[in-house]
């Protein structure tokens, strides 16, 4: 018998199915790091992706042949406006899962937030929420993002939890009631150096084929009916295509996480630490103003896009070490 040929995908991976279009334009976070830390810190901050330039600097990669020479890297810049702490949601947790037990919200919260949101205060929900905490297994900041403050056209904020780990629960909670109502910046949340876990939406491509979606081989020409489609969707019986055959379909808009992304810069405009704006600004974003960082290597999403930005929850370093930065390539 002659040896049957299957059309499988070169490159690629089924570990993200299905492949389909992201429900919102704002990424999920569902797991946080555990931290030793004995005082509470909120764990991730938002940003909105401006552009890239060239990162020249000293590589301080250790026990590596290139350690202590000139290296040039790819950087990301982000706008990181501050993030308003709207309120405090606290979580039980039992054999079905996690269950939130109250919300407690800012009295005086600004009316371009309040009118895109609905909120449900009660009165005296600080003191209801103090009296369940024993029960309490985890605490989350309620904070919001408003792209109108970096001149995006945008006016809806972005909405979303910020896990807050470091301490007991107590601690955790008195934490989000001292910052309730106000700002907090990215300086405030990480460090220069420090590694983080950036989620957002990829760029949208569309309808695409199995040849661009999945690598499929072409087959021959003239030996089939046609080139650019898969060999065979499987066997006759059972009747039915197996998921892990390359089908036709959405490609891009999808929501990633990559791991491990170096802060290279932390800083702001007003001060004039670093150029970072080139004549005309960004292309597609315009110019930076105010806080904004600069990530080593590339970010998911076309620029104006909300990138998230998490505490690293994979190899966790103890010692950070600031980058020795030479110059700014815009």
């Given amino acids: 018998m002659g040896h049957r040929r ?41 940003g909105f992706k401006a552009g890239c330039i ?9 026990k590596i042949p290139n350690f202590g020479k000139q290296l040039v890297n790819l950087g990301t810049v982000l706008v990181t406006p501050p993030l308003l702490v709207l309120g405090i949601r606290g979580y ?10 109250f919300d407690v919200y800012y009295e005086e919260i600004p009316k371009e937030i309040i ?56 601690k955790q909670f008195a934490f989000v009631k001292n910052i309730l109502g106000k700002e907090v910046k990215i300086d405030q949340v990480f460090e220069t150096g420090a590694g983080v876990d950036v989620a957002a939406i990829t760029k949208g491509k569309g309808w695409a084929g199995v040849i661009i979606r999945w690598g499929v081989k072409r087959k021959q020409h003239k030996s089939r009916k046609t080139v650019r489609e898969v060999g065979t969707l499987g066997p006759i019986s059972p009747s039915n295509v197996m998921y892990t055959v390359p089908r036709a379909g959405q490609r891009g808009f999808h929501q990633r996480i990559e791991y491990n992304k170096r802060i290279m810069v932390i800083g702001n405009t007003e001060n004039g630490d670093y150029k970072i704006n080139p004549s005309g600004g960004y292309k597609h974003f315009g110019f930076v103003k105010g806080d904004y ?27 950070i070490v600031k980058p020795n930065i030479l110059e700014l390539v815009i």
């Fill in 92 to 101: 039980s947790k039992d054999s079905n899962g996690h269950h939130a037990e």
């Fill in 115 to 170: 009118k895109h949101i609905s909120l449900k205060n009660k009165e005296g929900a600080i003191e209801k929420a103090e009296k369940i905490l024993p029960k309490i297994k985890e605490i989350f900041a309620i904070v919001a993002i408003l792209p109108h403050t970096v001149a995006l056209e945008q006016k809806k904020p972005y909405v979303f939890e910020v896990a807050v780990k470091g301490g007991d629960v107590q």
């Fill in 54 to 62: 060239q990162i020249v600097s000293i590589d301080d990669r250790e």
């Fill in 293 to 319: 960082i600069i990530l080593k290597g590339s970010v998911p999403g076309t620029y104006r896009r909300l990138v998230k930005l998490r505490s690293q929850i994979r190899n966790i370093t103890s010692k």
């Fill in 6 to 46: 299957h059309s499988q995908p070169r490159r690629g991976s089924l570990a993200y199915l299905p492949r389909g279009r992201a429900k919102s334009m704002e990424a999920r976070i569902r797991g946080w790091p555990e931290i030793s830390s004995k005082e509470p810190k909120l764990l991730a901050h938002a």
